[in-house]
């Protein structure tokens, strides 16, 4: 006997509520849905894709300082820092730290502010403040944005170096550049999409640029800036007539041992990896060739300067600008050339000036190069580090690190130029005016390019994963890019 289909109003509503529930779900979970797939062609997975929308710029250029530059020794002047030199940190500003996530910030540091020891100077028509430290930086500043208050989740260098690259403090997930040419391919398909230029490695090693969960084609690749770019690109001269003949033997038993195994990305990467081997030796050695510069632009940059610090670093930004020249999408360089790179923690007055002399010519050159190329429009250079530096005394003249509020800047790519976004507080301790955090950033920078940061995801162990994390988590920071 069926049951009376008549029930009571109350019973109704009740009976038909999980199923309004469902609805959202399913309203959201269609919503979501609605991102355009990502379809990879596992054996070119470098083909240019499609952005979500008009792009701003093709290619980044990311600068990263590793160790933590101070930011109120080099972009944040802080006058009222100078004014309280020797004395405590405000009690205002150090209520307002205690009741936040970095309240760490205070430790190993003496309650003593110190002032900065470089002389600051007002430049351009926008009238940034700059350090002595980047005289030639300094007349480039009309073309750079700063955004002084960013904010780390932590205060301790790989974490927050993973963080910087991949959204996250623990190691694992997929870098910024990964991200960026998984979603919109290269293009140059004769040279990797995402391109490392480093001497010494960051802090927190190969995490920092893995491709995570990503298809293993999507790492980063080092290439040299002096001699060869990539060792054994070549083959021996006995074996270069039958080259193709090898790799397309290698190639036909590659594709047989893949189709027993389908969904290894790793296999699909090794013979992605073959071809494009293949393609680079001629690319590559031309792109590596900065020799052929003309004396007065290499000359910009650095590469015969006394310091041959200077002219390393030099080389390495003149190869950045020739790889994004040749359609390269996302070049990284890391300025570390020992083990602490700019972490201060002794004798600030002496640890920042030469690193400063390394990177503030050739950057400045970069800018200008760039520009006078009519490559800057469509190139996004990114100028950070992992956190800043506290303005209260760590030992000997040094800084504490400090992940409350510290400068980086952007230039070209869409980015509004000669402004200044967001502030510290009076001494330069804590983001006080339109914080931000390395997701914002993230968003930004993929906004730049034409992607909307929810909408590039990647599908992992059943769930959606994003540089930037759940959806709705990370906004692009205002004022940033040009409408």
Request: aromatic share 8%; hydrophobic share 40%.
């Amino acid at each position: 006997m069926f049951a009376s289909p008549r029930r009571s109003r109350r019973e109704f509503l009740g009976s038909i509520t999980g199923g309004f529930g469902a609805l959202a779900l399913g309203a959201l979970s269609k919503g979501r849905a609605a991102a355009p797939a990502i379809r990879i062609d596992p054996i070119n997975p470098f083909l240019a894709r499609a952005p979500h929308f008009l792009p701003k710029a093709r290619s980044v250029i990311f600068l990263y300082m590793v160790g933590g530059p101070s930011s109120i020794d080099t972009f944040d002047y802080k006058p009222e820092l100078q004014k309280l030199a020797g004395q405590p940190v405000p009690a205002s500003i150090r209520e307002a730290l205690k009741n936040s996530r970095h309240s760490n910030v205070f430790e190993g540091c003496k309650d003593e502010l110190m002032a900065s020891p470089f002389k600051f100077s007002e430049y351009g028509q926008s009238g940034m403040w700059v350090s002595e430290l980047y005289p030639h930086l300094a007349k480039r500043v009309d073309d750079l944005c700063f955004i002084h208050s960013l904010q780390a989740e932590s205060n301790n260098h790989a974490p927050a170096s993973y963080q910087l690259h991949t959204g996250e403090t623990l190691a694992g997930k997929a870098s910024l550049g990964s991200w960026i040419t998984y979603g919109l391919g290269t293009e140059n398909q004769n040279l990797p999409g995402y391109v490392l230029l480093f001497e010494a490695g960051p802090l927190g090693g190969a995490p920092n640029y893995s491709n995570g969960f990503l298809p293993a084609a999507f790492q980063g690749t080092r290439l040299r800036s002096e001699g060869t770019p990539v060792l054994d690109l070549l083959p021996p001269a006995e074996l270069a007539n039958g080259q193709r003949a090898s790799l397309d033997l290698i190639h036909q038993l590659n594709l047989k041992h893949r189709a027993a195994r389908p969904g290894v990305t790793e296999l699909d990467a090794r013979i992605a990896s073959y071809e494009l081997a293949y393609r680079m030796q001629s690319a590559a050695l031309e792109v590596g060739d900065v020799d052929k510069e003309s004396p007065a632009l290499r000359n910009d940059y650095g590469l015969e300067h006394a310091d041959p610090q200077v002219g390393k670093f030099g080389r390495k930004c003149l190869l950045a600008r020739r790889l994004v020249e040749r359609g390269v999408r996302f070049v990284q360089i890391y300025n570390m050339f020992d083990k602490d790179g700019w972490d201060a923690h002794a004798k600030l007055a002496t640890n920042h000036p030469p690193l400063a002399r390394q990177t503030d010519q050739p950057i400045a050159a970069l800018i200008n190069d760039l520009k006078q190329r009519g490559l800057l429009d469509e190139t996004l250079v990114v100028c950070a580090s992992e956190f800043g530096r506290t303005p209260m005394m760590q030992g000997d003249q040094g800084r504490q690190h400090n992940a409350a509020g510290f400068t980086i800047w952007m230039a070209g790519g869409g980015v509004q130029p000669g402004t200044r976004i967001g502030a510290t507080d009076a001494i330069g301790l804590m983001a006080a005016e339109q914080p931000c955090d390395f997701k914002d950033l993230h968003a930004t920078i993929l906004a730049a390019l034409g992607l909307n940061h929810d909408d590039l995801l990647f599908e992992h162990n059943g769930r959606p994963e994003r540089l930037t994390g759940i959806a709705g988590n990370a906004e692009i920071i205002k004022g940033v890019l040009r409408p």
